[in-house]
């Protein structure tokens, strides 16, 4: 079946800009994930869902970066006022269930570039 | 919060041998623990997990080890080939409270089978 996708799979932003990246989980997937991938380095967390509810956005680097997923499904990450230490990798994941034992699935990724 | 801390950050081996990537992690609570491979410019790929209540987990060519007393676990990889070329992520998931639960990954290791 369909993995996780994100759109775009790149994003050039000057700095200063508003940019939304989209995260399509696998259908009927519970739980879905944000993470923060820089050059070299392991994912880190960024917020977590269920269905539609915003369990935890405790990895959230600033007020500038807002996350919602208000049907339960697809997720969009927002990043407002882009800086250039916001260029990364933005990994979306989604599991079937909550609870620590199902596993994560990760989409390709959106590479933000901020110029 | 956990803390994953993941040995070597590279490795190289000839075809054939053997590799064996090592982690720790700082969280007694922590009860699930996956590994993924992620290839250049691709999503990480969940390639093996283990939960806290078995000590060993085999999948043909790759196995884990966990040994909940000394909080660290081991990715093993035999008669390895080329296309195990990659970088590996050990992952260990922890509770956050809410009814949250957080990935927390190492920092990877950079493996090269040459041929």
């Known amino acids: 079946g369909a993995g996780v996708s994100q759109s775009p799979r790149y994003k050039v932003a000057k700095r200063g800009q508003d940019v939304a990246l989209r995260c399509d989980p696998i259908?009927?997937?519970?739980?879905l994930f944000w993470y923060q991938q820089a050059l070299g380095q392991g994912p880190e967390f960024l917020t977590y869902?269920?269905?539609?509810?915003?369990?935890?956005k405790s990895g959230l680097p600033s007020d500038r970066f807002f996350a919602e997923r208000p049907e339960g499904s697809v997720s969009t990450l927002k990043i407002q006022r882009t800086q250039q230490e916001d260029s990364a990798v933005y990994l979306c994941a989604s599991s079937q269930l909550g609870g620590s034992y199902y596993e994560q699935y990760f989409g390709p990724g959106t590479r933000l570039t901020v110029t | 919060g956990e803390n994953v801390e993941q040995h070597p950050s590279t490795l190289s081996v000839q075809e054939g041998d053997s590799a064996v990537i090592k982690c720790t992690y700082s969280d007694s609570a922590s009860n699930y623990f996956p590994w993924y491979k992620q290839e250049l410019g691709k999503r990480p790929q969940l390639i093996i997990d283990i939960r806290s209540n078995v000590g060993e987990k085999k999948d043909q060519r790759i196995a884990v080890t966990l040994n909940k007393t000394a909080k660290h676990f081991s990715l093993h990889i035999t008669e390895t080939q080329p296309e195990d070329s990659a970088v590996y992520f050990c992952?260990?998931?922890?509770?956050?409270?809410?009814?949250?639960?957080?990935?927390?990954f190492g920092k990877g290791t950079k493996l090269s089978v040459i041929p």
């Open positions: 992952a260990a998931i922890a509770y956050s409270g809410a009814g949250s639960y957080q990935l927390t």
């Open positions: 869902f269920q269905n539609e509810a915003q369990l935890d």
């Open positions: 259908s009927g997937h519970v739980s």
